[in-house]
């Protein structure tokens, strides 16, 4: 048996937590490989919509297992209103959810050394959710970091102290407030116990035995291929491999182990925060995406950023990822508008070029469209494939043939019931 993995193909928000709840019941177990609580997925159903941060999107199919695996960072704060917010909905917490002992804890002081960062960095900030996320990649990586295995150690609170006091000396280097940081850590207190009433595991042998046990299990992703740490728009990233090579490492699955690789998009592009942006609208067009499509970040509340579907940015992340179904979201937007645009190419330095280059800075890319005719029919009340307009058959054909690889999957509004399979 194989893992079969859902990610997303631009800079984040495709509407991946829709998809992940649409599919669940294809798969045992929902397991989340990376990012931490700056990820907003979306769920809307039975008139009630959910926003996931840290807790995979399967969680409520009752029969599906959700696993936080060791490569996301968890906030016990935020993962604690989250469980709050489920048991309002009826969620048999300790049955559905499993969380990796491996995966890092995010500290009070990892939220103000991020605020302090981006402080600093004035001008050249990177937009930062301020969630914290960076820092505890930090320690991660830099072998300072505090583990879900070990709040149940005895030594947790000398090694937290430990930690915080390194912290703040850091924040004393940036002269950063820290007085709100005794309120903050009664919280982050008080929300551990949360954490240590779920099950907590050694999820990669939970997962490896699955498998052998021919469980079927699907890895989720968050943020977007393009916020890679490696291949992403460099510095203007995430802290994480959000490509599909992060789920072998965020679930400890050997790489032969991954199946089906679901790419998402938007039938066109938006981005939070800063950052390069080839195919950015600061016209009419680009202000109406904005306004038909409810662009505003899940997790932050910020207005995202819009622009028409970049053909050289996704198929640099289908490459990357190895992706063998596309998922097109959103498509219902577009039915604003009377002419649709792709990029299909840049102009890099006087030279027009087909794939996603080292920089991608503004100044050194210019879009170069090719247009389709759109749709004006409304397509949240398809209900068939076959209902769907011809023109948007034909965009969607176009970028099939561009990418040679099949959309299975077309969302035309946020619900589980306006999703078609082709």
Partial sequence: MKTDILLGLQWGDEGKGKIVDVLTPQYDIIARFQGGPNAGHTLEFNEIKHVLHTIPSGIFRPEAINIIGNGVVIDPVTLAKELDALQEHEVDISKALRVSKKAHIILPTHRLLDAASERAKGSSKIGSTLKGIGPTYMDKTGRNGLRVGDIIEENFTERYAALKQKHLQLLENFDYPTEDLGAMEDVFFESLESLRKLPLIDSEHYLNDALKNNKKILAEGAQGSLLDIDFGSYPFVTSSNTVSAGACIGLGLAPNKIGEVFGIFKAYCTRVGSGPFPSELFDQDGRRLATKGHEF????????????????????????NGVTQLIMTKADVLSAFEIIKVCTHYIYKGEKIDYFPYDVNGENIEPVWQEFKGWAEDLTHVKFVDELPGTLIEYIEFIEEQLNVPVKIVSVGPKRDQTLMR
């Avoid at 819009?306 to 198929?315: F, H, S, V, Y």
Wanted: contains cysteine.
């Fill in 297 to 320: 970040g899940a997790t932050t509340g910020r207005p995202r950023r819009c622009g028409w579907l970049d053909l050289p940015a996704l198929k640099y992340a289908a490459m990357l």
